[in-house]
């Protein structure tokens, strides 16, 4: 499973979701999506654009853990 780390970055800077959208220019639904973990699937571009906001890496926004089985 990919663990999406956007609502933990946005917390430490105490960012809402619409901040992260005007900022990044992103649709404010693909950041609500990525902020709960439930997005299927994310644009490179998105992926970019949050990674720079934040100054962090891909390996810092998103985590691949193993299943609870």
Do not use: P, S, W
């Amino acid at each position: 499973m990919i663990r999406c780390h956007l609502a933990r970055l946005m917390g430490e800077r105490k960012l809402k979701i619409v901040d992260v959208a005007r900022e990044t220019g992103l649709n404010r639904n693909t950041v609500t999506l990525l902020y709960k973990e439930t997005a299927q699937r994310v644009d490179l571009d998105a992926i970019e654009k949050l990674c720079e906001l934040f100054g962090c890496d891909v390996g810092e926004l998103f985590e691949k853990v193993a299943d609870a089985e």
